[in-house]
Nanobody
């Protein structure tokens, strides 16, 4: 099994920054894709950003480009989402997810196998 634990959510004012972390255990991740998803009330779950653990590919949703940065620390087995210039539309529960690498499948379209419990991000005006 792959276990994912998110942390770093909280309340931040518009224009502020927040850094989410996803600690991963249970597997060596060289052959995995991982992503950050969010779901706000009344909205569909969306992939915000994703990467292959090897670093060969990254993806950003249009809403995240220029503001969010996805990264991972191999030594710490941790994935991060640095979120800058936050606005109230970013308010959502953020989840990290992982899947075995599937060649030829775009990162946001993966059927991710493992999910964390989520962390709440609230951006106030």
């Amino acid at each position: 099994q792959v276990q994912l634990v998110e942390s770093g959510g909280g309340l931040v004012q518009a224009g502020g920054s927040l850094r989410l972390s996803c600690a991963v255990s249970g597997r060596t991740l060289n052959s995995y894709a991982m992503g950050w998803f969010r779901q706000a009330p009344g909205k569909e779950r969306e992939c915000v950003a994703a990467l292959t653990w090897r670093g060969t590919s990254t993806y950003y949703a249009d809403s995240a480009k220029g503001r969010f940065t996805i990264s991972r620390d191999i030594a710490k087995n941790t994935m991060y989402l640095q979120m800058n210039s936050l606005n109230p539309e970013d308010t959502a529960v953020y989840y990290c997810a992982a899947s075995r690498l599937r060649l030829g499948v775009s990162l946001p379209r993966y059927e991710y196998e493992y999910w964390g419990q989520g962390t709440q991000v609230t951006v106030s005006s």
